[in-house]
């Protein structure tokens, strides 16, 4: 039963409050005067409980939504203490990467300079070979040469074979 004036919402709330007192009754005041302000009085009574517990629930929820506001205000520092570091530690990666990549460019370049060495060595080592190839026959011939020649100067600074072959002759 909806009283008029009285929303639903609050009817439902206060019914069960309706059924344990069995409703307002006063006496004393006849006909619809009356129950036009019986009907007043108890709607400014629901309205005023369904003020009062709506109030109570707002202050509770106001109460919880200070605390959410709390936790959320933290996890939003945590948040940015976190970003923080991430940042720091990309911008230490970033350095790191740099320095990194100038001592690989570093070495690649000394490699290179190693590698033409090496190349510019076995070219070096290819024309040695080959003048070695050349000379050391030349050296042989020369030597025998040389070894014919001081036979032929140790004959000729020789007395006693210099008299022999003059007898000899």
Known sequence: MQSPGIPKCLEEFLSPMEERTGGPQVQGL??????????????????TCFLLNTYCLAQRTQADLEILQQKVAAVQRELEDFKKEALKAISYLE???????????????QAARVKQRLREEEDRGVVRNKVLTFLLPREKQLREHCQRLENMLARSHDPGRVTRKSQDD
């Open 30 to 47: 006849p006909g619809l005067q009356m129950k036009c302000w019986l009907s007043q009085t108890r709607t400014f009574f629901y309205v």
């Open 95 to 109: 350095d790191a990467f740099c320095e990194m990549n100038g001592v690989l460019a570093q070495q690649e370049e």
